[in-house]
């Protein structure tokens, strides 16, 4: 089992910046993938960006790329997610998910490759 809780949700203002945590906790040595999705009022959940435990590649919805970045300090068991110059749309329950076990390809937008999810976090981006 993967336990994940998130923090560091709030409100901003539209261009601020905001940053997420995600803290991995139980058999963390399991985890090969973890990503972070956002659900708005009224919307599906959608995913936002990936990355790999080990190695550390990352994957970026177009909706965030070059606004969102993603990093994790294993030591921690931490996952991060920086955003920056964050918009009204931005606002949403971002939540943390991991995959345990290694695939040939993490298919990074599907939520059924993620057996773990954390409780969320709100960001709300004020106009």
């Known amino acids: 089992q993967v336990q994940l809780v998130e923090s560091g949700g709030g409100l901003v203002q539209a261009g601020g910046s905001l940053r997420v945590s995600c803290a991995a906790s139980?058999?963390?040595?399991?985890?090969?993938?973890m990503g972070w999705f956002r659900q708005a009022p009224g919307k599906e959940r959608e995913f936002v960006a990936g990355?790999?435990?080990?190695?550390?590649?990352?994957y970026y919805a177009d909706s965030v790329k070059g606004r969102f970045t993603i990093s994790r300090d294993n030591a921690k068991n931490t996952v991060y997610l920086q955003m920056n110059s964050l918009k009204p749309e931005d606002t949403a329950v971002y939540y943390c998910?991991?995959?345990?076990?290694?695939?040939?390809?993490?298919?990074?937008?599907?939520?059924?490759?993620?057996?773990?999810w954390g409780q969320g976090t709100q960001v709300t981006v004020s106009s």
């Open positions: 998910a991991a995959r345990t076990g290694r695939v040939y390809s993490v298919r990074w937008v599907d939520e059924s490759e993620y057996q773990y």
């Open positions: 139980g058999r963390t040595f399991s985890i090969y993938a």
């Open positions: 990355i790999l435990w080990e190695g550390g590649t990352t």
